[in-house]
């Protein structure tokens, strides 16, 4: 994964997306904490919301021309209040919430889904104007064998189940570097 990052640089980030929800929940000016290195490079990621072991948000970028830190700050306020999934977070559950960063690899598209390794790979999926996405982490949290995966992401993409066996359907993968705090264990 690029960029390799040190302990330090992610609980920087972890930080980072904690004051961002933090911040908006309290009507204050944000207090960011350093940044430098990687963490001004540009790249994609995820910031996943937790709530007592339950999703309760989670937007991303797949890529991002932005620095990393940036892009952690606007997709923490994005899955704390603008997941159409879920109402915005309230105050109260801010230490509810466990925080997890997902930093994405490049996207490879693949011609075979036998490249497809559970637990390693997101897939990404595009047929037509209609696209899904799922992390790595989705099909092993939720016990997938990699055909239940592929229709689960065509699902997600409001496609038909086997719309990932149509030549129309271009499928990518991806690797993520993932971390995460659990203030709310």
Excluded at 90 to 115: F, G, Q, Y
Excluded at 150 to 173: H, T
Aim: charged letters at 25%.
């Amino acid at each position: 994964m690029d960029p390799q990052l040190d302990a330090e640089e992610k609980s920087a980030l972890l930080a980072t997306a904690r004051e961002a929800i933090a911040s908006r929940l309290e009507k204050r000016q944000a207090v960011w904490p350093p940044a430098s290195g990687a963490l001004l490079g540009p790249g994609g990621a995820f910031v996943t919301l937790h709530e007592k072991g339950s999703l309760r948000g989670c937007i991303g970028r797949m890529s991002s021309p932005d620095p990393l830190v940036t892009t952690i700050r606007e997709m923490a306020r994005a899955a704390a209040f603008e997941d159409p999934r879920f109402p915005a977070l309230a105050h109260d559950e801010l230490a509810l919430v466990d925080i997890e960063i997902t930093l994405l690899s490049p996207m490879r598209r693949i011609e075979d889904t036998a490249e497809i390794v559970l637990g390693l790979h997101g897939l990404y999926i595009v047929k037509g104007w209609k696209s899904g996405v799922f992390l790595p982490q989705v099909a092993t949290e939720q016990g997938w064998d990699k055909e239940t995966y592929l229709e689960q992401v065509c699902r997600k993409a409001g496609l038909p189940p086997d719309s990932w066996k149509s030549p129309e359907a271009a499928i990518s993968i991806f690797e993520g570097a993932i971390f995460g705090e659990h203030p709310g264990e």
